[in-house]
Each structure stands twice: as structure tokens, then as C-alpha cells.
């Protein structure tokens, strides 16, 4: 067990964290000795493999199931967090889905339904989170802020993405989103910030690196020359939960292997 943990008695919510880049992030901030909650819509038992995971490395952790898009499931989830833990410090907005589709044929339904797990889930978690540490307030022992919140973003915050047209919206919205939340929380002493992830090995891309063709073809866009793994994000969102980061607020972190640097134009333009 790491002996200098740096979330040591803190208590996070990292929702869709029994896959992928919520995975790896609750595992991580467990690691650093918070407690965790791992939220999960489906496929329970990957919930309770991670929460198995966070226990066998000496953290508190339990699996809460709740679509984030659902405001009642929501605030049900935060119940069953402050009964368990008492309190939220860190809050990771991970949840998010793709339903992709040329634009011609994307159906209101996909679209709709994209917007409201990835965009409206933040909105009502972050809600959440932040009546809870305008309530409670900084704990010294703990943080010198009174709460963080990490929204996960992506490139396509700023990358046009044709096919995408719901999933990039949505998060184009995450970044206005986390700015105005982190203008008007600052003065509270709560940070906000996002991450934006490149291309991550995880399911919600399997297609992009799952064959060698494919894999070959995504690493023309990432001048870092690997494809991200989770871990890489999970090591960042230690640090923005962390004091380490404690002047960073309302900024975006690329973690993308140089993805937004446009490896097309080094060769022309
Ligand atoms: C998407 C992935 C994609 C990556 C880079 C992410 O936000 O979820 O499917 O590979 O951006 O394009």
C-alpha cells in the first residue's frame, strides 16, 4: 500500500466507473487512500469486481447503481453515499455514451439520449455535490478546498467530430458547463475542472484499435505514437482531486498523446 496518500480520508463519487476510464480513475483515487463509490448503470458485476479491487488495496469502497441522467436516481445515490461515507469531497463526472450515427440518419432518440448522460448527468451530479460542500464546507484535516469536481470531457471539446454530432455537442456543452460552474464556485472555495481525454483504450472505442489496421490508422492522429491507456487518465484525476493542484481552477487537462497539436498540418497546411 502506498504510505503517503494524498486523498487520505477523503470520499469520492466517480460515476460509470465499472469500465474504462472510470475504472481506472476509482481505482487510482482509492490508491491515494479516498473512499469510493463506483457507479455503474449496467453490468453490475464489473461494479463489484472494482470495488473488490479498491478493498484488496486497503480503501473503503462501494458499488451504487444509478443512471446519472435520472434525477431522482441521482439524488438516491448521494443519500446512499453520505449514509455510507458521510460526506462527498471529490465528485468524477465520467459517465458518458456514444450512439453514433451520420447526421442525416441520427435518430432524436440518440441524440437526446447522448445529451442527457453525458451533459444533464454532470449538471445533476455536480448539483448535488456542490449542496453538500456549500453545507459542509472546507475540513482542514482533509483539503484546503471544500470540494473538487473533474468533469470528464475529450477532444471533442474542440475537435469537430462528422458521425459524432451528438457526442461531440455534448461535450462542447461539458465545457461551458464546467467553466460557468467554476466561475461561480471559486469564491466557495470548490474547484472544477475537466479533463480531455484523447483516444483511451477502452470499450467505448474497441473498433479504433482492435485490429491492427485500425490501430495503425488511429495512431496517425496521435503524435505521441501510443494509443492512452486509462491509467493515464486515472494518474491526472489524482492530481486535480489532490491539493497538489490546488490553484488550478476551471481549466481543461489534454491528456491525448498530443491528439489537439493537428499531426495533420505537420506535414501541410
Ligand atoms: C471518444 C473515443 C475516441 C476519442 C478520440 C473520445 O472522446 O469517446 O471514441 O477514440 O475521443 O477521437
Redesign the pocket.
Same mark, same amino acid.
Given at each position: 500500500m502506498n504510505t503517503n496518500q494524498k486523498l487520505k480520508g477523503q470520499s469520492a463519487l466517480v460515476t460509470g466507473a465499472n469500465s474504462g476510464i472510470g475504472e481506472a480513475v476509482a481505482i487510482a483515487l482509492g490508491n491515494e487512500g479516498a473512499n469510493v463509490v463506483v457507479n455503474y448503470v449496467t453490468n453490475p458485476e464489473n461494479a463489484d469486481a472494482v470495488v473488490k479491487k479498491i478493498q484488496d488495496n486497503g480503501s473503503k469502497a462501494i458499488a451504487i447503481k444509478a443512471d446519472v441522467s435520472n434525477e431522482s436516481e441521482v439524488q438516491s445515490m448521494f443519500q446512499q453515499m453520505f449514509d455510507k461515507f458521510g460526506t462527498i469531497d471529490i465528485l468524477v463526472n465520467n459517465a !458518458?455514451i456514444?450512439k453514433d450515427s451520420p447526421l442525416e440518419s441520427m435518430s432524436l432518440h440518440d441524440w437526446q439520449l447522448v445529451i442527457n448522460v453525458n451533459l444533464t448527468g454532470q449538471f445533476l451530479c455536480a448539483r448535488e455535490a456542490v449542496k453538500e460542500f456549500l453545507k459542509r464546507g472546507i475540513v482542514a484535516e482533509r483539503s484546503c478546498s471544500a470540494g473538487k469536481i473533474i468533469c470528464m470531457s475529450?477532444?471533442?471539446q474542440v /475537435?469537430p467530430?462528422a458521425g459524432h454530432v451528438n457526442?461531440a455537442s455534448s461535450?462542447g456543452g461539458i465545457d461551458m458547463l464546467m467553466q460557468s460552474m467554476a466561475q461561480e464556485m471559486a469564491p466557495k472555495k470548490i474547484r472544477i475542472n475537466s479533463i480531455a481525454? !484523447?483516444? /483511451?483504450k477502452t470499450p /467505448?472505442?474497441k473498433p479504433?484499435w482492435d485490429t491492427e489496421e485500425s490501430l495503425k490508422r488511429?495512431l496517425t492522429?496521435i503524435p505521441y505514437g501510443r494509443i492512452g491507456l486509462p491509467e493515464d487518465i486515472g494518474k491526472v484525476a489524482v492530481w486535480l482531486a489532490s491539493d497538489d493542484s490546488d490553484y488550478l481552477v476551471g481549466t481543461t487537462v489534454f491528456v491525448d498523446g498530443g491528439?489537439t497539436l493537428y499531426p495533420g498540418f505537420s506535414t501541410n497546411g
Open positions: !458518458g456514444q475529450s477532444v471533442h /475537435i467530430w457526442y461535450k481525454p !484523447g483516444a /483511451i /467505448i472505442n479504433a488511429l492522429l491528439m
